[in-house]
């Protein structure tokens, strides 16, 4: 009996690609990557505007770098109390994004009414567009100032003052569209 030397993986497999238990993905190992130098970051952009980056604040931001998915203010809470910490009131918790999203150092996603840290200190005036993964729960950030040039040409007409630029698509992120073929290919041992 021949034997085909191709593996027959993923073939009519309906299954995600679905990271092997205890493998993070691809957003998750990004962002955990990034989370120290954007802390520190913070920390000195504060020192430079003359705010506080305090505890409560601090504890807030962290707790958004832990995960690489938008988080709403009631989880935020819920993963804060689980770090020992005493339960914030959400009053204080909202009070601590509020004060993230003015600095830029998280975002708010208006369609999941969900937070998330941004690496990338994107300026408030700067036009951001999400791309979120429905599969993974990951989100990806591309700042285009070509995109925020036209949009002001479009709406200049209007007479309209913008507060925020914020465009959100939503899809499968590149990691997730990759064949399962590849995916199984790349797990195997080298
Ligand atoms: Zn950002
Ligand atoms: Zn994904």
Do not use: W
Request: hydrophobic share 45%; charged share 25%; proline share 5%.
């Amino acid at each position: 009996m021949a034997h085909s030397l191709t593996p027959q993986l993923g073939r009519h497999d309906h299954a995600h690609h679905g990271h092997a238990a205890g493998e993070a993905c691809a957003h998750a190992r990004d962002h955990a990557r990034r989370a120290p130098d954007a802390l520190l970051e913070a920390e000195r952009l504060c020192a430079e505007r003359g705010v506080r980056l305090t505890p409560i604040r601090r504890a807030v931001l962290e707790a958004l770098y832990a995960t690489h998915k938008p988080v709403g203010a009631y989880d935020l809470i819920e993963m804060l109390g689980q770090q020992g910490r005493r339960r914030m009131a959400p009053i204080t918790v909202y009070r601590a994004l509020d004060f993230l999203l003015a600095e830029g150092f998280a975002h708010k996603l208006a369609s999941r009414n969900a937070f998330l840290a941004c690496p990338h200190f994107h300026a408030p005036d700067e036009m951001v567009v999400f791309l979120i993964c429905d599969q993974c729960g990951g989100v990806d950030e591309v700042a285009n100032p070509d995109l925020a040039r036209s949009l002001n040409r479009l709406i200049g007409h209007e007479g309209f003052a913008v507060d925020t630029r914020v465009l959100e698509l939503s899809g499968r992120c590149a990691h997730c569209r990759r064949p399962a073929r590849a995916a199984a290919a790349e797990s195997l041992p080298a």
